[in-house]
């Protein structure tokens, strides 16, 4: 059984599930190319299982342990102004005894007095070996000075010093881990010094601030820069982090967008319960916002079933003895926009965001700020026309 994939914006859409496990309620939508009649609709279930029977076919997919449809509670609803879809609303009981879903991000699997291997994530080669950490300590906000300024009554003892893990300390930062440069990273990965951002070429006013990027030098994918000739800083979204004992397998790793959707997408989650928001500005390491985010809800479960994949009915003969191999995913729900839309109303809710310094800011390399939005761009084209939109932000899913 495997997660469904997002299917492809060629493709049209078949069928539109997302159940909420807070609310215990769940919405359906159904493409008008799939059926034309709410009549024609069809919603059953089983122990965590979800069957949709339509006029087209059936498609039944596998939910998260403890999560069950609430027979008979399937009603539809007005679809708004929309005339390609219908809707339709359910209830769910969601059990109490449900096992706490573990985070599975690198920052919450390092622990201090354990052996660590970081991987490049782009080609799986070992970049560094046997890292046992006597520290393992979260930096402060980004925003850390700014605060120490707004407190103190004296000059800031930090000023303009970057604070540096020592020997055997790993620091982690909201999207990066620092940590001591040793001999064996001359072996495998690369340094290369340029401008912190495009524009500092372009304006020879400004004053050009330059990094030293660090890759891997297997496949030359870009992992973090050096922060000083010791210390190295690596992006959560570049590496993968193992023990270095027990039974995990690296080498199976996931799609690169897949990755990086789910660790941006745990990160949020981290971050939004720790700092008790909901506003993210995704922004390059010049300090430039690249993409708002603002989440919704981090207990949705879709899944995005493309018309090709609403199968002819078959027979009891014909379903496969695992059940069923569509099976939906926890997701996260955000509200975005690019900061560069040359909509009027995207440039006013970037000034608004600006002047109100209301997003968290979530530090990524330029190069990964793009994908990302692609990420984003791919999940909101494979929603229903209804709901890609919300005000004047898009909407998306980023799976966990």
């Not at 690198?106 to 622990?111: D, H, S, Y």
């Not at 850390?144 to 303009?160: E, I, K, R, T």
């Amino acid at each position: 059984m495997s997660d469904l994939k997002m299917p492809a914006k060629s493709q049209r859409l078949g069928v539109f599930v997302e159940l909420r496990k807070r609310l215990q309620t769940g919405l359906i939508i159904v493409g008008k190319e799939v059926t034309t009649h709410p009549g024609d609709v069809a919603v059953t279930g089983e122990d965590s299982c979800l069957n949709i029977r339509t006029s087209s076919g059936e498609t039944s997919l596998a939910l998260p342990k403890g999560v069950a449809f609430e027979q008979g509670s399937c009603i539809p609803t007005p679809a708004g102004e929309s005339c390609e879809e219908l809707h339709f609303r359910l209830r769910i009981t969601v059990s109490k005894s449900m096992d706490p879903e573990a985070s599975d991000s690198a920052k919450e699997t390092l622990r201090a007095k354990r052996t660590y291997c970081f991987y490049c994530q782009s080609c799986m080669t070992r970049l560094l070996e046997d890292r046992e950490f006597k520290r393992v300590l979260p930096l402060p906000n980004g925003n850390w000075s700014a605060l120490v300024d707004d407190w103190c009554c004296h000059a800031d003892p930090f000023a303009n010093r970057k604070l540096l893990p020592r020997v055997d300390d790993c620091l982690l930062g909201d999207t990066f881990f620092l940590l001591n440069r040793d001999g064996s990273c001359d072996q495998t990965l690369t340094e290369e010094v340029k401008p912190a951002g495009s524009e500092d070429v372009q304006d020879p006013k400004k004053t050009c601030r330059r990094l030293a990027l660090v890759s891997c030098k297997s496949c030359s994918s870009g992992v973090g820069e050096a922060v000083s000739p010791e210390t190295l800083k690596l992006y959560i979204t570049q590496v993968v982090v193992e023990p270095a004992e027990g039974d995990r397998n690296p080498e199976a790793s996931l799609s690169r967008s897949l990755f990086l959707e789910r660790t941006i997408a745990a990160r949020l989650v981290e971050l939004s319960s720790s700092l008790s928001t909901f506003h993210f500005s995704v922004q390059t390491p010049d300090g430039k916002p690249f993409l708002l985010l603002w989440m919704l809800n981090s207990d949705s479960v879709v899944a995005s079933v493309p018309e090709t994949c609403v199968e002819a009915e078959r027979s009891p003969a014909a379903v496969a003895p695992g059940g069923p191999s569509l099976r939906a995913v926890r997701a996260l729900k955000l509200l975005y926009t690019a900061c560069s839309h040359p909509g009027p109303q995207q440039r006013d809710i970037v000034a608004s965001w600006e002047v109100s310094a209301i997003g968290h800011p979530v530090v990524l390399p330029l190069r990964v700020c793009k994908e990302l939005l692609e990420v984003m761009e791919e999940s909101n084209s494979t929603l229903p026309a209804s709901m890609r939109c919300m005000r004047s932000y898009e909407v998306a899913y980023l799976r966990l």
